[in-house]
DNA sequence: CATGAATGAGACTTCATTCAT
DNA sequence: TATGAATGAAGTCTCATTCAT
């Protein structure tokens, strides 16, 4: 086990940061961060109940402002939904993929340092939570499903195939296929993830607690020894 | 892996026909099929529309009937969903639990056994929406939460972990955490068939397209591997 | 106190008697009781329920038939309503006419024996409960408000006046108005009567609660204190 | 007695009338009013229909507005009801425990005043029939029962009872039980008022027709006989 | 006659959206 | 711009009544 899942600070899953607009040209501050605080309040509302379960006025009110400011600056909710998305996803992905360019290691420590970063950048924040709302309102926003899969998905694929792929071109890894495994890599984290914004935040009795933090490495552990040619090395007695 | 998903056949999502009894009275034999008429055809909607988004009304229509006929089966639409998570998912739970208690080979192939019975009877068919519907929608059905935990969630980690158990008893597999093995393990099946219900359902260029089959077969290899005290032992006379 | 309220058992208020049939001739017997076993289950729920809150369905379930055979006898709701105050309220009055004209003694004797009689015959049993309902009801059928006018409230005030004529006739009591005086004697009673069928049905904490066989003797008293041209002379010292 | 029922003018029933404000901008005025336009509408129509037969959209018409405004004052129909009650018949009752707190005259003139107030503020308008709505639909509506008891049953019985208490610990009255003298006291001027919102509201030939005035002051008039230690003194020298 | 499955009008309630101020 | 009162379409569920068997 690769200390991967290290520095997992498994904070209070405080999903939604609302920009506290600090009393100063009140009138006129507030006007310019309307649409970002309204957006910001949608965002928090979309991922606590779904597009159809967020009401209007729930967001206004915690915006700040009254229902009819709301539609003064989105004509629609489904507007609004939508520009929530755009928004919050624009500002997620291509960091990972400096990260790997950049990277000297072994892939194995690759993949572990990205699927940490992943998890830190993107499961513990709205990020996860706008996974789920797409998984589960897509087929009502066609329209976004290109936006989502051009800004999402295609790039996160591209960047866990391509350590997959140095890991083989390095002789690492054996040869598998690899979008499948990026699949069986991402998978995991990102279904935690989304599971601690929908039953995590359910109060059940009885439920299947699992540590996000053991369930990082362990699954890491299990990925690196199947994709690795020879399982493992033991860190100490492997200088090599 | 032998070929572990091989005739992974992607029919169109059959639900279960039911063999219309012989020859009883029209009246009589609407009787019967009524109730899997009904849930036929909430599944059929509830994965189209969500929970919340599904209109009684509908479901009734596409069943043939009318909506006063749906309230003399299910007392209220909560109950018509509870009714359909038990037919589709509860009782493929139940069929895993003794495939899994009778199994006599080694744990690897129990699990290869149950993944891709999962897949077939899951990832395949609507069923699979079910999951997507749920975590996209419990937190404003707590009611619902409680029971998808007690019928699903727990019975289906309790299987897997105890295949996993038996594995580690029998000397097969490394000794590791149970629920975090399990999780690693059903993540990418469920995740992939959850997509296949939300963007897999939406006409996107260029998205990241996996082959199920290859999907499951990679990840079952990868696991196996990684769950194996040693790497599993060439199928035939291997070199070296 | 004229030990007014002497006799009076305050059994359970067991509304409804249902007949219940002896099985002979089953099929026979039945046919010809079923409007009659209608009329009781109808009446115990109309009684319970008011006449929007009971249930069609319900009154056939009780009667121990379907809910379409209800409609053989009985076209609608409203006529099953009218039929069961018919024939309720027809087997009630004409009782006390008999009692009062051969009364012997003291007109206040006469009206003790009244207000006891009236609350063990009408009070404790279906008819009061039948008062509530038309006073709940008779706006929503005015077909009956003559019925039960002649049937019921105008023979009631003319026994009750009848009594305290006598007494004044015979020098016992103050003149005063009659159907006023009337009105203050029966009052109590009914209006003791019919709270047993509403709020003395519920489950309520912290109701009031009185003691109707106190209620029954203070109320006499009352009256007839007010009634009579001197107070009472003391039972012991007064033989005449 | 003294004509305590005097100036009992039968007018039609007149709901209480705001005065509308001075002026201020319309749709500020109106929402001012709303509720209480909303509250007579709704009284109106309990008293027509019965709780359950008044349907929420009427409610709304007759106070001019549409179905979903009448639900943003008040959240269910229930809570309407209660609302009227509130307004109707607790705010009576307060005000005639402070009647009663202040008065300084003899327990007889204070019953007497109490009674008439009732009369002229229940008995004469259509808050009378909510107790008729009480009584013919509880059962029903257990919540109601709970809210009624407390709110109207309870404190209308501490009323009379501490007036009652009053008399008895000043030497007028004699002792005797207060929950049913207080019954006694009240039961025949609820009853009258009841009346004539179910049997006065519809077209009968020959009913008993009782003078409202006359059974208040008859009422009243044996009540207090019965009550008082001594037969009251004659108002004027009376002879003997 | 009897049954009970089926119907559909209609009740309560919610909430996205509009619009007078 | 901003407000928030008002709207009314739409959704869930009930139940009197019908009718094929």
Redesign the pocket.
């Known amino acids: 086990m690769t200390g991967a899942a290290a520095a997992l600070t498994i904070t209070d899953p405080q999903v939604i940061k609302m920009s506290p607009t600090p009393e100063t040209h009140a ?1 006129q501050r ?2 310019e961060a ?1 649409p970002q605080e309204l957006l910001d309040a949608a965002l928090a509302l979309f991922v606590e109940k779904g597009f ?9 009110q915690r915006a ?10 989105y ?6 939904f939508k520009a929530v998305v755009r928004q919050t996803l624009s500002s997620l992905i291509a960091e990972g993929e400096e990260v790997a360019a950049q990277f000297e290691g072994s892939s194995a420590d690759l993949l572990g340092e990205l699927l940490n970063t992943w998890w830190q950048r993107i499961g513990n924040t709205p990020a996860a939570a706008i996974h789920k709302i797409m998984l589960a309102e897509v087929r009502n926003f066609p329209e976004l499903a290109q936006f989502y899969t051009d800004e999402v998905v295609v790039p996160a694929d591209r960047l866990f195939c391509s350590c997959v792929q140095r890991g083989i071109d390095r002789g690492e890894f054996r040869p598998l296929p690899l979008h499948e495994v990026a699949h069986a890599l991402m998978a995991p984290v990102i279904f935690m993830a989304i599971h601690r914004h929908s039953f995590g935040a359910c109060p059940v009795d009885g439920g299947v607690d699992v540590d996000p933090a053991l369930v990082l490495s362990t699954h890491l552990d299990l990925m690196l020894r199947g994709l690795q040619v020879r399982a493992p090395a033991p860190r100490r007695k492997a200088p090599r």
Chains 1, 2, 3, 4 share one sequence.
Do not use: F, W
Request: charged share 40%; glycine share 10%; net charge positive.
């Open positions: 009138r507030r006007k309307r159809a379960g967020a009401r209007a006025e729930e967001v206004a700040g402002v009254s229902k009819g400011t709301l539609y003064l600056y004509p629609s909710k489904e507007e609004l």
